[in-house]
């Protein structure tokens, strides 16, 4: 089965997407069972720990430049049209919610969550009107729908119903390392970690409070700091950290290539997580799969991937912070937590995920009959 792959992704800052990218299309270039053909702009690398056999084609596209439109769209709407008609694949995919138009070929879309329209507060009016057309769009051309986790599925059908059969494709930690024996040069002798963005649903800020509270007013020893991962330059997390009475030990990094985020998730004290809400939650699963304990709300997708592995707060602060002080002060607990994330992330590999997607693909190259919907 000849397979093309959209692999555009507007800006590094979307990370999952490049995660799930790389990920399964190394998967998918690996069976025999499917030809592979890439399609990416000249100028957006390819993600570092991808891993293609020769056999895997990559198709290197020219994005014109036009102010008047999103970059998104003229991929969408005019490169990946022409290109598609020359690469002729059997099924199209589009893992990131958009499609192109026109009914010549078979097409998948992955579906990854409903966060522009949950979270309205935290999008601007053009970037969800935006992301709901080209999400709308494609499910109404798609002939076959892909959901990173059961959660995201129920989402998808509750919000949207689309009209094709949607099929859950779970993610799988990206293995970019072994965790080394020393920990991470520049780390603290013993720090709380937090890798996953500064989007406001990821509550760092309770994060911040919850540990400035807990060092102050629970005695979490003084050597332990929190380390947040690739906020450097958001304006609200450096913010909230000036309003703590200990930013002298919240470290704010840049992003860590990924050959040495294994280090910091092994060497951590415990990988705090209290987002609102995921599709699917592949920081928190990475961080088990090198080894960290790790404490998150039970919400959305995080419940169903991490499972019993995982310790859960009640989402708020105080409910926070009696989290942290209670796994910092057990460290039998955390020890009990690391061997439980291990062989919980081993269960999710990529070739599971390429295996459910190639089933998702045959499904909708059987149902395609070629007519506009």
Known sequence: MRVSVDAFVPSPGFGGFISYIGGLCTALAARDDIELDILLPTDQPVPEFVDLP????????????????????LWTDHVLPAALDEVAPEVHLGPAFMLPPGHERPQVVTLHDDMFE?????????????????????????????????????????RWAPHAPVVVTPLAPRLVGEPGTRPPAGAPPSYLLNVGGSHRRKRLDHLIEAFS???????????????????????????WRAASPIPERILLTGRIP??????????????????????????????????????????????????????????????????????????????????????????????????????GLRTAIASFSGSPR
Not at 54 to 73: F, K, N, T
């Open 258 to 359: 990924d050959r040495e985020l294994p280090t910091w998730y092994r060497h951590c004290e415990l990988f705090v997580y209290p987002s609102e809400y995921e599709g699917f939650g592949l920081g928190p699963l990475e961080a088990m799969a090198s080894g960290a304990p790790v404490l998150t709300y039970r919400n959305s997708a995080l419940a169903e991937v991490l499972g019993d592995a995982a310790e859960y707060a009640r989402p708020g602060v105080d409910e926070l912070r009696e989290g942290l002080a209670s796994l910092l002060g057990d460290e039998p607990k955390r020890l009990q937590m690391r061997a439980q994330g291990l062989a919980r992330a081993s269960g999710f590999r990529w070739e599971r995920t390429a295996e459910a997607t190639v089933a």
């Open 213 to 239: 509270r807990a060092a102050t007013e629970l005695a979490i020893p003084q050597e332990v700091h929190l380390v947040l991962v690739g906020v450097e330059d958001d304006e609200h997390v450096r913010e």
């Open 118 to 158: 949950r979270f309205p507060q935290f999008y601007g009016e053009t970037t969800r009107a935006y992301s709901r057309e080209q999400t709308l769009r494609a499910l109404s051309v798609a002939d076959g729908v892909l959901a990173v986790s059961e959660a995201t599925r129920r989402d998808a059908i509750e």
């Open 54 to 73: 020769s056999s895997a084609r990559i198709h290197r596209l020219e994005l014109p430049a036009d102010a008047e439109q999103r970059p998104g769209v």
